[in-house]
């Protein structure tokens, strides 16, 4: 021990650890290229509850796209535990409250299908925001590096490690890509299929008919990120005149469920005649068809497309 700490450090595996940064940074080696493309694509391997879980779900390959779209590590046999366990519970507690066993399953498996996917979607919307606001001020930060004598490459990789959130790891992610030896135009679109945004599909667009036609790019890029600051200030606008219509619609909507699980819970025998008597049963699917029209109606009238 006393010779071990009076040796010092291993002159050997220090040279050993500077020869591998520098090809990492360098990329000199396939060897090195295969590492970066593992941890690049790290946590995306299937696991043995993604291949059991992918064979029971409709559509795994879009349903493990919009688990990449969140920002988190999540596989597709976290989501088909999560809603498997969700099945269960609720089918559970409502077989024990006196709910008929179907009945209890197919609410259960309402459940179990609708939550994890609406909190998949919420995710996304709210990633999707962040990158949204970010994103001109990215655009400009690359006007900026192209003014001042730097490539695209380099300009993609200096927004990917100042700027933070989703552009940023987004921005890292296809310098890495670009590092591997792909293409920028290749590595752009990729980013631009998995996020599905019309503002960075304008951005792959412009920069892809730039290197075709050429031209000033740094111009083009800020014309972009002013055209892109005022498409978002016009829907934040829309937004706020449509809130009210929004609210109604949500309250009206909601309210008939909210009274029949309340009146449920209070009287249980009561309700289960919506259930056996053909005549309630005529009168509630009547009246939850009428009440999605209007829902449907009321969605089209508050969405705007810009």
Known sequence: MVLFVFAGPSPQRAQTRRIA??????????????????????????????IAFGRLLPNPEQLAKRLAMTGYDWTVGQYGMVSAGLVAVMTG???????????????????????????????IKRRIAKFTAKFPDAIELLVRGLRSGLPVSETIQVVGNEVEGPVGEEFRMVADKMKIGKSMDAALQDTADRLGTPEFQFFVITIAIQRETGGNLAETLANLATVLRQRGQMKLKIRAMSSESKAS???????????????????????????????????????LLWMGIGVFIMAKMVSFEI
């Open 249 to 287: 619609a949500y309250i009206v909507g909601s309210l008939p469920f909210i009274v029949f699980t309340m009146i449920w819970f209070i009287n249980t025998s009561y309700m289960q005649n919506f259930f056996v008597d053909p005549r309630l049963i005529i009168t509630g699917l009547g009246g």
């Open 21 to 50: 940064a520098m090809r990492e940074r360098h990329g000199d080696s396939g060897v090195v290229a295969d590492a970066q493309m593992r941890r690049i694509a790290a946590g995306r391997e299937q696991t043995r509850s993604d």
């Open 93 to 123: 507690l409502l077989w024990l409250k006196g709910a008929p066993l179907l009945l209890a399953l197919l609410f259960g498996l309402a459940v179990g299908a609708g939550i994890p996917h609406w909190l998949v979607g919420q995710f």
